[in-house]
């Protein structure tokens, strides 16, 4: 909860005191793209997670932080031009947004590690840190007169000293010794490939999550692009506020005995926080121009959608976060082709927020329900297949 207050405290108070609606765009899409070049370190989490539950060799998962690590070093340098060219950012900007990257894949080891042994207190402990940390200084950039690079720049130095914190965290968490004899995924244990799988996961969902906004700058208008990048301000509450459920859930989702309940209870949690989230929204339409400027009074009647769509996409983290508890990576093809019509659709036919708002939410519901239940028919037949080799 610390963490996403944090978080929408940047888009509140860059887009009601300090950012106009062009500069407030060019920030909100610098954060998305942040974002999606982090799937290494979300990927990472949630593989080191896994062999935490199957008892990892500890070196191994410090090798593969560094390769992950250093891997990720080298993507940012070759992102830099192209994401600047899609998102229509300058080079600047850019650059403040993707150097975090490094950084916050080693603070997904961390959190794996201790994701991975169920040490929940000290991981909601060290996720609020993170959250603190990269945010105050970006707020604090803001508030002197900095614009988005500025602004982008100062977060990551945040997230540097909060990389510190959770490497800290790890070392004095009493996450005991593995067990003897027992080894993660077969004997081929953890691995960089592991991470690149899980990474293709990732990255379908953070796409999936962030595409239309990466391309509300392309195509609309600026200050439609900004009023939009608000909007999306809904959608990341719903996307990310039950973001503790698939944490929680995540070592159960690894555990082939519990796995397939796991994931019908985390779904019917998850949807039900939608629910609530989404009316919430909808009666909390008329307060946008009043909380932040009469500049975003086309929000009212459409903050719902918005909300709507984070919901489904809440849904659909569950389900690919259990797809890679499973090693099964491949239930993700079906995002992959939502999302290349969605972006098919955007491209070819938005030019408005209202048609840009419904085309994301479209997208994201048969994401999320085909995904869904492909996941649950795939368990139900290893189940079968399992019990039918025991006897």
């Known amino acids: 909860m610390v963490a996403n207050v944090c978080a929408y405290l940047i888009h509140l108070t860059a887009s009601r005191w300090w950012l106009d609606t062009a500069e407030y765009g060019e ?26 539950v199957h008892h990892a060799d500890p070196r191994r998962i410090r090798r593969v932080t560094v390769q992950t690590t250093i891997a990720v070093c080298v993507l940012v340098v070759v992102a830099i031009v192209p994401t600047a060219w899609v998102t229509s950012m300058s080079i600047d900007t850019t650059s403040a947004a993707l150097v975090a990257a490094p950084m916050l894949t080693v603070i997904g080891a ?17 996720l609020a840190a993170v959250g603190v940390l990269r945010t105050a200084p970006l707020i604090a950039a ?12 100062a977060s990551a ?37 592991g ?21 509300s700058r392309t195509v609309l208008s600026p200050d439609d692009a900004g009023i939009y990048a608000l909007g999306a301000i809904a959608t990341k509450v719903a996307f990310w506020l039950p973001q503790a459920v698939g944490v929680v859930f995540y070592p159960r989702l690894a555990d082939p005995a519990t796995s397939r309940r796991s ?45 709507y769509t984070g919901a489904m996409l809440a849904v659909l983290q569950v389900a690919l976060l259990s797809a890679i508890a499973r090693s099964a990576t491949g239930v993700s093809a079906v995002t992959w082709v939502v999302v290349a019509a969605e972006i098919a659709v955007i491209v070819g036919a938005v030019d408005t927020i209202v048609a840009l708002a419904a085309t994301a939410a479209t997208a994201a519901t048969i994401a999320a329900v085909t995904t869904t239940v492909w996941g649950l028919r795939a368990q139900r037949v290893d189940e079968v297949v399992g019990a039918a080799s025991r006897e």
């Open 27 to 52: 920030l909100a899409v610098g954060l998305t793209a942040m974002l999606v070049l982090t799937v290494a370190a979300l990927a990472l989490q949630a593989v080191v997670a896994r062999a935490v």
């Open 110 to 126: 961390g959190q794996g590690i201790l994701q991975g042994h169920k040490q929940f207190r000290l991981l909601g402990w060290v």
């Open 142 to 153: 803001l508030a002197v007169g900095a614009g988005p690079a500025g602004a982008l720049a």
């Open 157 to 193: 130095s945040g997230i540097a000293v909060a990389a510190v914190v959770v490497l800290y965290a790890t070392r004095v968490a009493p996450i005991g010794s593995p067990t003897p004899g027992r080894t993660a995924l077969g004997s081929g244990g953890i691995g960089l490939l």
């Open 195 to 215: 991470v690149v799988q899980a990474s293709g996961v990732q990255l379908v969902l953070v796409v999936a999550a962030s595409v239309d906004l990466l391309l």
């Open 263 to 307: 994931l019908v209870h985390a779904v019917g949690v998850v949807a039900l926080i939608g629910v609530i989230l989404t009316v919430g929204a909808g009666l909390a339409g008329p307060l946008v121009p009043v909380l932040v400027r009469p500049d975003y009074q086309p929000l009212v009647p459409i903050l719902w959608l918005f909300a």
